[in-house]
């Protein structure tokens, strides 16, 4: 006859079994449920617990700084973040300040009249396949560059720019594209002319690429109105502009697949650069 099994034999080991299950648990990675309620509510939790983690050490470098503050002494330093900018793998082409060579390169090269305002620029945007065709036509009618749109079930997928009349062509991949009606709290675009303004471009291909979009950095002005006195005792009212920057769209990312001399040509032309997937060895490498 059977009997009723003595659970007080081997209890605590069963118990220390599922403590070691439990923990096991919490370390699992929540990609590898599979079952997706399930895995969607573990992936809820960690995010959640991590927030509160943070909220707290946030509030304890707070008050660690203003206990800092209140006995007299130097607050800690704050923690730079790493960042794929700040983390970047060295490179041997980053332009120097004090490069001479560069600079004699920026007044001579096919960008320069522009850049200088000794001419106007005049762009046609297009989505013509006929590249050769349609670089006769713009040269005839003194266009300075030429944007054709490639487009792939009516959606743009790539931007090829070419500068004229003698290039270079510039061929991007073009993604994540958000429409001015998408983009959220959007502006309407004026008659004023854009500015661009363009970090991070250090190497000398990402200077040469800077250029070739017309690089045009404006001063920011700060905004408050102070009072002065002049040089005859006289109140004088400092009046400073405010400037705030809301997007317009559309809003998209451009990957470089190649830079070409002269204007478009794939059969014979000679490449400055070509982007190869050999080359991405790394997130934190940039070519630009």
């Not at 794929?84 to 560069?102: A, F, G, M, Q, W």
């Not at 979009?213 to 920011?220: A, G, M, V």
Request: with cysteine; charged share 35%; aromatic share 6%.
């Amino acid at each position: 006859m059977g009997g009723k099994r003595d659970r007080s034999d081997g209890g605590g080991e069963r118990e220390t079994e599922d403590v070691v299950v439990v923990e096991k648990r919490k370390r699992q990675n929540p990609s590898q449920i599979k079952n997706k309620d399930k895995r969607s509510e573990v992936y809820a939790k960690f995010k959640r617990d991590k927030k509160i983690e943070k909220r707290k050490r946030t509030k304890a470098r707070d008050a660690e700084a203003k206990r800092a503050l209140e006995l007299g002494e130097e607050p800690p330093a704050k923690k730079i973040p790493r960042t794929i900018e700040n983390t970047r793998e060295s490179d041997e082409t980053v332009c120097k300040p004090d490069d001479e060579e560069l600079f004699a390169a920026n007044d001579s090269d096919e960008f320069a009249p522009i850049l200088k305002q000794e001419c106007t620029p005049k762009i046609l945007i297009t989505t013509c396949r006929f590249h050769s065709t349609i670089v006769e036509y713009a040269n005839k009618n003194d266009f300075t560059s030429l944007i054709v749109v490639h487009t792939n079930r009516r959606e743009p997928d790539a931007l090829l720019i070419i500068g004229l009349p003698n290039g270079p062509t510039a061929h991007f991949k073009l993604s994540k594209l958000v429409l001015h009606k998408d983009v959220k709290n959007h502006g309407n675009p004026t008659s004023h002319m854009p500015e661009l303004v363009l970090n991070n471009f250090t190497t000398r291909l990402g200077h040469r690429i800077g250029r070739y979009i017309f690089e045009d950095k404006e001063e920011k002005v700060d905004s408050k109105n102070k009072e002065a006195k002049g040089s005859k005792g006289e109140k004088v009212t400092q009046k400073k502009v405010i400037a705030r920057l809301q997007e317009c769209g559309p809003r998209f990312t451009l990957k470089l697949i190649s830079l070409q001399n002269g204007t478009f040509d794939t059969k014979g032309g000679e490449y400055e650069w070509v982007h190869k997937p050999e080359m991405d060895t790394s997130r934190r490498r940039f070519f630009l």
